[in-house]
């Protein structure tokens, strides 16, 4: 007999009470995601599966004491390498807050690394205690407008599909080019749809015309919509609405009106990109469903979009409810309205308890040299940074929204000296680069931002979606300078400098984008940073080097910078810095 015919059987002989479950939960209040009720029993799971709910006998008795016991939640869209820790340290931090399945694409490293960094994500998320299940990133490079580490196209992503974690394909980006018909986007398409219908949307400030199109085109979901009428829009054409909030786009508040008894089968939670302190402090999808029904969501609804609902759209159909036949990742809750998470089990084994990880040890993998040697720069002169807006004293500006991924095309007069433009204290106006580290090409992307509040000072990352070429910004042309090959020493990270020195940095060794260190320690490097922050004068109520990192980000209104220069993103084209009189 087949070791999957025995256990069915075991499992069948266990729902049917003709031998003893392996673990029983009894006393708790059960989640029913089904009819939105609680209702009352034991809980039995052999091999880690749910077998039934009744009256059973146990080899194992769990007692919950009284607490409900909830489907653990499900993280819809997540890029792993924006918590600057990969999925091994990333487990250890998620898990306490009852994510034990997440829906990961790797286009952030897969931007530096091509195959070899999908290849590293699924490998070092083998063998770990969180289900991560991967979409296959359709944007490498994000548009033509800048330049990648990578070109991925069909025929790079066609084997990948046969992994047992891959799902389908991760969120089309480039809409111009989707419209169009171009052969890049519909060869990718059709490369899926013999092994999976699950593909992701990225609709950032497009029109009903354009839910259209993706529709189409067999894309099912989207997770840029900011208002209630985009997200309308989405669920009238028949996609799935995944409701963001992370640690820039923090989209909930905005959205969750939308969301009703009539069309709540159709809305999940993501996060997107969440920095490693916040999912820390904050939480992951927990922080979702705790927002969600402070927000006056019903928490059973709240519950069921951040389990059931996420399971169902992407087709993981044994994940999600406390109910026979679904796999026993489940959460143990004190409280239903502040959703105090008190343990944690996977597969009905406990991984977490009182925000603690309690799970067995987890060994990172140890990266190739080609992963951690992914930062290649030109030598820079303080004169390459130079703007020359010639006798116009007025300039395009890029002007952030704090903890939003949008941003407003200004024109405003600038500070000009010799033809060149100066940065501004005063004005907030402060100079921004975009150096390429991928090909030795050269390119330099110069442009001006407002909305930092600087004093002083540079700061500089790796991380800048989604080529994540070096991105800096400062007061002055030294220290950005410094900055830019600070990073070049450490292959990659982030770092603050002040007066041409660097006063704080945090090294990222893998492609740019994640440490080789364990989450405790890099936790306690962007604190450091963040203090560091001060010295500058910044004394904003939003993450800097997050807000920095998406503002290279050519798909998202309306205004960024690439490599190749200022990009105006609704006419599609670069633009000149200066503007003429």
């Known amino acids: 007999m087949s070791t999957k015919k025995e256990t069915l059987k075991k499992r069948i002989a266990a729902a049917n009470r003709d031998v003893p479950a392996d673990v029983v939960i009894q006393n708790g209040k059960i989640i ?33 004491k009284g607490k409900y016991v909830s489907p653990s939640f499900i993280d819809a869209h997540v890029h792993i390498e924006s918590s600057m820790v990969p999925p091994s340290e990333f487990a250890k931090v998620v898990l306490p807050h009852g994510v034990t399945t997440v829906i990961t694409d790797p ?103 354009a839910i259209n199109v993706y529709k189409t085109a067999g894309i099912r979901t989207d997770h840029e919509c900011t208002t209630i009428q985009e997200a309308k829009e989405r669920l009238r054409r028949g996609m799935y609405l995944l409701i963001r909030e992370g640690s820039v786009a923090k989209d909930l508040k905005s959205l969750i009106g939308a969301v009703n008894e009539r069309n709540a089968r159709r809305c999940l939670f993501c996060t997107d990109d969440k ?181 002083e000072g540079a700061f500089a990352t790796t991380i800048a979606h989604d080529s994540h070429n070096i991105v800096a910004a400062g007061t002055n042309d030294g220290d950005i300078l410094t900055a830019i090959q600070a990073l070049g020493k450490m292959n990659g990270g982030l770092v603050l400098v002040k007066d041409g020195k660097v006063i704080a940095s945090l090294p990222l060794a893998i492609a740019g984008l994640m440490s080789d260190r364990g989450h405790e320690e890099v936790a306690a490097g962007l604190l450091k940073l963040k203090d560091a922050f001060v010295e500058l004068g910044f004394s904003g109520d939003f993450n800097p080097f997050l807000t920095l990192s998406f503002l290279t980000l050519p798909v998202i209104p309306e205004i960024k910078l690439t490599d190749l220069g200022l990009f105006d993103v609704y006419d599609s084209r670069h633009i000149e810095v200066g503007v003429k009189e």
């Open 107 to 209: 286009h952030e490293i897969a931007n530096v690394s091509g195959e070899e960094g999908i290849r590293f994500m699924l490998d070092e998320s083998e063998h770990i205690p969180l289900d991560v299940f991967t979409m296959l990133p359709s944007s490498v490079p994000a548009t033509p407008f800048e330049n990648s580490g990578a070109i991925l196209t069909a025929h790079e992503l066609r084997p990948f599909y046969r992994h047992k974690r891959v799902l389908g394909l991760a969120e089309v980006m480039d809409y111009p080019s989707l419209q169009k018909g171009d052969d890049s986007i519909v060869d990718k398409i059709l490369a899926t749809t013999p092994f999976t219908y699950n593909m992701d949307g990225h609709l950032a400030g497009l029109d009903t015309h």
């Open 275 to 455: 920095h490693l302190d916040d999912l820390i402090e904050e939480g992951s999808i927990d922080h979702n469903v705790r927002l969600a029904i402070k927000e006056g969501l019903d928490p059973l609804v709240a519950i069921s979009m951040a389990s059931l609902h996420a399971a169902e759209c992407y087709g993981l159909y044994q994940k999600g409810a406390i109910a026979p036949g679904y796999e026993a990742d489940f959460i143990l809750l004190d409280d239903l309205e502040t959703v105090a998470i008190s343990d944690v089990y996977k597969a009905s084994e406990p991984v977490a308890k009182n925000g603690k990880f309690i799970g067995n040890p987890i060994v990172q993998t140890v990266p190739q040299p080609s992963l951690t040697s992914t930062v290649h720069i030109p030598d820079i002169a303080e004169k390459d940074l130079q703007i020359k807006i010639g006798d116009t004293k007025k300039a395009h500006i890029i002007e952030i929204n704090p903890n939003q991924l949008r941003t407003n095309k200004r024109i405003e007069t600038v500070q000009v000296e010799n033809g060149v433009f100066t940065a501004s204290a005063i004005k907030d106006h402060l100079k921004m680069v975009v150096v390429e580290r991928h090909n030795h090409t050269g390119n330099i992307g110069l442009g001006i931002v407002k909305g930092f509040g600087l004093k």
């Open 32 to 64: 029913d995601v089904f009819n939105l009720e609680i209702i009352e029993g034991d809980v039995a799971i052999s091999d880690g599966i749910f077998v039934g709910i009744g009256d059973y006998k146990g080899k194992q008795v769990i007692d919950a």
